[in-house]
C-alpha cells in the first residue's frame, strides 16, 4: 500500500534530551513537510523539502533540525534548544510543491 | 498577511441534522489554493477538497458540499443528514503560491464537529 508512516507514535522525552522522529514515504512525492500541532490549534510549519538534500525552515524552525538524505525519508530532531516540545508532529508529502499534502498518523511527543 | 478563520470553535448536532462549517481567508495573491482536511480521533488528517481560486463552482461529493465565494472569502463546508462517524477536527487550510514558500499550508484554528446518534 502506498502512504506515509511515522514512527513512533508515542514518544516520551526527558528534558535536554535530543529525539528523532521517523517519517517514510513510498509515494514517489518529492516534497515533504513537518507541521506542529498543539492542543486546540491549527498546524504550523516547522521544515520542508522539496529535494534530496535541500531544505527549508517553516514558521517555527528553532530549535529543530531535519535531514532529506533519501526521497522516501525526511527525519525530524527535537533539540534540547526546543523550549516547549510536547506536541503532535505531522509529517507530509506532496507531488511537488504545488500539488495536495497527504499526511502521515502523527507522532505525539511529550516531555517529561 | 495570509490568513485562515474558522471562527466556529465546536459544532455539536444530532444525527440527520445539517450542518455548516464556516471558512475565511485573507490573503493578497490573485492565485491561490483551499483545501479542507477531517481530523479524527485518530489524529490523521484526511483530505476532503482541493479548490483553486479560479474555479469557484461549487462542489458535490456525496453528503459533503463546498461553497466557494471569493466576493466574501469564504469556503464553506456543509454535510448534509450527518452521522455519528462525521464526529472530527475539521480544518481549512490555504496555499500561498509563491515558489519559495515551497507550498506552505497556512491552517485555520480547526472546527471540532460532535455529532450526536
Known amino acids: 500500500d502506498g502512504g506515509i508512516t511515522q514512527s513512533p507514535k508515542y514518544l516520551f522525552r526527558k528534558e535536554g534530551q535530543n529525539v528523532t522522529l521517523s517519517c517514510e514515504q513510498n509515494?514517489?512525492?518529492?516534497?515533504m513537510y513537518w507541521y506542529r500541532q498543539d492542543p486546540g490549534q491549527g498546524l504550523r510549519l516547522i521544515y520542508y523539502s522539496q529535494i534530496v538534500n535541500d531544505f527549508q525552515k517553516g514558521d517555527i524552525a528553532e530549535g529543530y533540525s531535519v535531514s532529506r538524505e533519501k526521497k522516501e525519508s525526511f527525519p525530524l530532531t527535537v533539540t534540547s534548544a526546543q523550549k516547549n516540545p510536547t506536541a503532535f508532529y505531522l509529517c507530509?508529502?506532496?507531488?511537488?510543491?504545488?500539488?495536495?499534502?497527504?499526511f502521515g498518523p502523527g507522532t505525539r511527543l511529550t516531555v517529561l | 498577511a495570509q490568513k485562515v478563520t474558522q471562527a466556529q470553535t465546536e459544532i455539536s448536532v444530532v444525527e440527520k441534522e445539517d450542518v455548516t462549517l464556516d471558512c475565511v481567508y485573507e490573503t493578497r495573491d490573485t492565485t491561490y489554493y483551499l483545501f479542507w482536511y477531517k481530523q479524527p480521533p485518530s489524529g490523521e488528517l484526511v483530505f476532503l477538497i482541493r479548490r483553486n481560486s479560479f474555479d469557484e463552482q461549487n462542489e458535490i461529493s456525496g453528503r459533503y458540499s463546498w461553497n466557494f465565494q471569493k466576493s466574501t472569502s469564504s469556503f464553506n463546508f456543509t454535510i448534509t443528514a450527518s452521522q455519528v462517524v462525521d464526529s472530527a477536527v475539521y480544518f481549512c487550510a490555504l496555499r500561498v503560491t509563491f515558489y519559495n514558500q515551497g507550498g506552505k499550508l497556512i491552517f485555520g484554528q480547526g472546527t471540532e464537529l460532535s455529532v450526536k446518534p
Open positions: 509515494l514517489n512525492h518529492d516534497a
Open positions: 507530509a508529502s506532496a507531488g511537488g510543491v504545488t500539488d495536495t499534502q497527504y
